[in-house]
């Protein structure tokens, strides 16, 4: 076990000491990189919406699943046969770059 620490603990300083020099944007790059793949960033880059596309743009924690829910009884006339589903995410789909 005491070996494996060895190797481990220089590696993990490697990590802190090189992020703790990213500052500003190189900074906000990193962390940005490890929440998207290429491929996944190239799909969205492919993406060309619709004429009759909605996008739902909303702040963190501030009624997002509300406004879907408002947006999808508009968008539907309120009728009851589009009002028949577990979760809101299965008439209204997520989009993420």
């Keep these: 076990m005491d070996i494996a620490l060895f190797g481990i603990v220089p590696l993990a300083y490697q990590v802190y000491s090189y ?4 500052r ?9 990189s490890k929440f ?3 491929a996944s960033i190239q799909h ?6 619709k ?12 009624g997002t699943t509300w406004l879907q829910q408002i947006c999808h009884v508009l968008r539907t006339g309120g009728e ?16 993420f770059f």
């Design 24 to 32: 500003g944007i190189d900074l906000l790059m990193y962390r940005l």
């Design 80 to 95: 009851e046969a589009y009002q028949n589903f577990d979760e809101i995410t299965c008439v209204v789909p997520w989009f």
């Design 36 to 38: 998207a793949s290429p």
């Design 44 to 49: 969205g880059r492919q993406f060309s919406p």
């Design 19 to 22: 992020l703790k020099r990213l």
């Design 51 to 62: 004429k009759d596309d909605i996008f739902i743009v909303t702040y963190p924690k501030c």
